[in-house]
């Protein structure tokens, strides 16, 4: 790619902008707001000179509801070779194209998983996109070309391509994102007329449940308008778990004994599944957690035994993320789980050796750990 | 304080002991699981030993529903002067040790907001207190002294003391915590079932608003029991705004007009709600964010200029934490408020008067920023 257009100069557009300026590519910025267009050149985005020619390709970083017009404005001017958006809903710009009457051939809809808690160009960064998930939505009239300049531009902002149909995006984006920005609102929304004493006790889970609450109204008015359908099917499911938790609750103390055990099997069900949903969210790129290995060690159950093991395995360097403890009726030892990083496993075994602690034989380590 | 017991060596019991016993408290430590009670002490915690007569202080660091029974034995053994516990509900402790026959004169609830991802001794931490709120539910019968007791204790754990009724307490956390809480499992729990390919494509709204979904759900069920009909109002009224926005949702491309607009409008209130809300959420304690001011600059209305103004500002050292920009219409000239840190702000001036540029007349900045 040498040469784009950036169609909306806010926090998208321009990181895009200086994500391709800083790879090489000749990029022209383009903005109905001039101040915000020259903004956007005034940190090093581009230039605000028209291309001379075609581009390779056009981004329109618009919003959802002006990309159909803005395309066939585009394409009617002959301005690119290929085009792409960063919408984060598909479906509807998909159709909006059809409906203009733009080119699909030449269009393939984008959007990448980034963004921030502030807007406008001064707030773009080029590795904003590094190591995200950047989802592209080619549909069956998507050009093989375009769709390769699509995994190009992906790749020039260092992002991750995921393929899909637009279909299962707008129903991913609806479950991950926009089902959970009202669940947020919401959530905030009961704090907005508490007696202020109440507010007060707050720790960071409200912090973490409520942060997206902070969000522009007007541009989730339009995220969400544009994908209702979807997002109410969320919230429908979620709405028959909520009524049911909280019967659970209000049945807790009820005089029927079988009633009090449905109850609490409920809430019980409810967090449960929250552990696991929880489990299946996707760690953030790069930041995968350690992965620990459990090193079992059999210790005599006698005062101090526990400190001398904790003390020899840290001072050999082994970081103890946790530990597990399991009480021996039988006789008098302790059987210990110590969790370590798996690469110091072999250095905790030999901790243990040394100090003439025995493994437990039940279980095994692998062999090459 | 002088002498302290322990009873209970989990991370928020073991934290406390750590606390105390850096501050010159002896502490004496108690736990039925006498493992845990040896890990507490080998991390340093105090000593496994009984005190020898009436301590100044018992910390009855047990789940909720054991605090009556713990306090009536050990105001029968003569174990301290002056109790507390750290239950993050306070109602029903409080009616237990009635119930019991405990002596309410001795005994303060109380309840830390702090905790953390890991549970156990060998997670606690000295610190794990600082700048953290400690809420204090002293009832109509408590002494003062006991009542002072209990503020010693906050203050040498490096926490912020709150007097509450526990009423108000426990209609606190039901608020800013347990309703949360399921708000947040119940949001996990769409993920346990749903297609790989939608939940991958999550950011990190979906990693914040799903994060204390990983509690322990054995804790919670207890938690949440324990407190069940203030949880179940606040999710009622959370109930009723979630219907109303699904049904907004619903009804966002009715075929009437004024069904329409009552949609948006309902959509709007609540995101708005939400953003009022999210406002009134504490910060961190010592994390407060930088206050910003405004600087209002008048520049000429010609390409460079703004580019200008940032980089003459930012060599002068100041960051410019955002900008607002005003379009004039009727004159040539831009109307730019740089929000710079209030330390920050003469500097700005400075360096805005060298330029060349001038202030927005109508709005003069503060004598003394």
Chains 1, 2 share one sequence.
Not at 55 to 61: F, G, I, R
Request: net charge negative; hydrophobic share 45%; glycine share 8%.
């Amino acid at each position: 790619m040498r040469s784009a257009v950036v169609v909306g100069t806010g926090l998208i557009g321009t990181s895009v902008a200086l994500a391709l300026s800083r790879r090489g590519v000749r990029v022209h910025l383009d903005d109905a707001d001039t101040t915000a267009a020259r903004a956007a050149e005034a940190v090093g985005a581009g230039t605000l000179d028209a291309p001379e020619g075609k581009v390779d390709l056009a981004v329109l970083a618009v919003p959802p509801a002006h990309i159909g017009a803005v395309l066939a404005r585009a394409q009617a001017n002959r301005l690119a070779h290929a085009y792409t958006d960063v919408a984060s809903v598909k479906e509807r710009p998909h159709d909006e194209i059809r409906a203009v009457g733009g080119d699909p051939s030449s269009y393939i809809g984008g959007h990448p998983l980034a963004g921030g808690e502030r807007s406008g160009p001064l707030a773009a960064r080029a590795d904003l996109f590094e190591g995200r998930l950047w989802v592209l939505t080619p549909s069956a009239r998507t050009d093989r070309e375009v769709l390769n300049r699509g995994l190009e531009l992906v790749s020039l902002c260092g992002a991750v391509p995921v393929l899909m149909d637009t279909d299962a995006h707008d129903r991913a984006v609806a479950l991950t994102s926009h089902a959970p920005h009202l669940i947020s609102s919401l959530m905030a929304a009961r704090l907005a007329d508490a007696e202020s004493e109440l507010v007060r006790v707050s720790g960071q889970g409200l912090r973490d449940i409520t942060r997206i609450a902070a969000g522009e109204p007007a541009l989730w008015s339009d995220i969400l308008e544009a994908n209702a359908e979807a997002v109410a099917d969320v919230l429908d499911a979620y709405a028959a778990d909520l009524n049911r938790v909280t019967a659970a609750l209000r049945a807790l103390d009820s005089s029927r004994p079988a009633e009090r055990a449905r109850a609490a099997a409920d809430l019980d069900d409810v967090l449960r599944r929250g552990n696991q949903g929880h489990a299946r969210v996707p760690h953030k790129q790069g930041t995968r957690p350690a992965e620990y290995l459990p090193v079992p060690v059999v210790i005599p159950d006698q005062p101090g035994a526990l400190a001398r093991l904790f003390s020899a395995v840290s001072a050999a360097g082994v970081n103890i993320e946790d530990v597990r403890i399991e009480h021996s009726h039988d006789e008098p030892r302790g059987l210990v789980e110590l969790l370590v990083e798996r690469s110091a496993v072999a250095q905790a075994l030999r901790v243990v050796d040394a100090n003439g602690w025995s493994l437990r034989e039940e279980e095994p380590l692998p062999a090459n750990p």
